[in-house]
């Protein structure tokens, strides 16, 4: 699940969360540690436009910081940012980062990634935004040999030099998964050629099946092999009988109703769904997690 309180765009918060903080962020990381979820997710802006705003807020944690806060206060749930914009930092800054998070976290690390969209952000930071897609390819390549095994990473390409720079702790896990996020032609395609996993942006379910298609095709064309994470996020979802109104696209009922919404992802191809509660306050988001936990996640296996 994407966490809440660390980004609070007008699409998806909730009206608690503007006056919550840390304690509830705590809460919720360990509700989702105990009720077996398998990751939880922080957005990365490093500044919100004011034209931008009002819709987005200018409330958005940075990833980082976060995942490391919470890595502390839980046991085995892993750790994803969704996405991070790496094409706005040199991947030797971001490998030390997230080499760090995962070293500390005991190896639960998930490096989501993504190109980025907000113009301003390029711009304050001195970076092509025009040119962003061809920035990030080449700079997952430069984090898939800076997140690697050796202590003194190299990389020689367009934009990014170098060599001879060691860089320890080194990650724990002997291969960071790298899922790439974005639902754009470039996205998917950059997803199925250089990622472990693919992060949708929001695609409906009657989008999705062909989307998975095509990732399917691009790899199997260019002999890509090894494991590969396919991803959705699922509509928001309530479990039980709301009381207060959640909204008309909210999933909402007995646990059976709601794994069996669930469940029509896996027959799509989709190997992990993001989800998302509707709750009007912390104590109420973590009932959600709990019940989804012990009634729901058992009928999906």
């Known amino acids: 699940m994407q966490l809440p309180v660390q980004s609070q765009s007008t699409l998806y918060a909730e009206s608690w969360e503007a006056a919550a903080g840390a304690e509830d962020l705590l809460a919720v990381a360990r509700a989702a540690d105990r009720a077996g979820f398998d990751y ?10 004011r034209r931008l705003a009002s819709s987005m807020s200018t409330v958005w944690y940075d990833p980082v910081a ?16 969704h996405v991070a914009v790496v094409g706005l930092r040199h991947p030797l800054l971001t490998a030390k980062q997230y080499a760090t998070l995962d070293h500390l976290s ?17 711009e304050a930071l001195g970076v092509d935004f025009e040119r962003r897609g061809a920035v990030l390819d080449e700079t997952v390549d ?10 003194f990473p190299e990389h020689h390409g367009k934009l990014y030099d170098f060599e001879g720079l060691g860089q320890r702790p080194r990650p724990v896990q002997d291969r960071v998964p790298l899922w790439v996020g974005g639902s754009s032609p470039a996205a998917v395609r950059r997803a199925a050629l250089k990622g472990d996993g693919w992060l949708p942006q929001g695609d409906p379910r009657d989008r999705l099946p062909g989307q998975v298609e095509r990732i399917r095709r691009l790899r199997e064309e260019a002999g890509v092999e ?3 994470v396919l991803g959705a996020i699922a509509e928001p ?16 009922g007995p646990p059976e109703v709601i794994a069996e919404s669930l469940r029509a992802y896996r027959a799509m191809g989709v190997d992990q769904v993001q989800v998302r509660f509707r709750s009007r306050g912390r104590a109420e988001l973590v009932d959600q997690i709990g019940e989804f936990g012990a009634e729901v996640a058992p009928l999906l296996s």
């Open 40 to 49: 939880l997710a922080s957005c990365d802006h490093i500044g919100i436009p």
């Open 66 to 81: 976060t995942l490391a806060f919470l890595a502390a206060a839980t046991e085995r749930i892993r750790l994803l940012s």
């Open 106 to 122: 005991g190896g639960r690390l998930i490096l989501g990634v993504g190109a980025g969209h907000v113009r301003e952000e390029f």
């Open 142 to 151: 430069a984090l898939r040999a800076a997140l690697g095994a050796q202590e």
């Open 226 to 228: 090894g494991p590969f």
């Open 237 to 252: 979802l309530y479990v039980g009988e709301p009381r207060w109104d959640v909204g008309r696209r909210t999933v909402s």
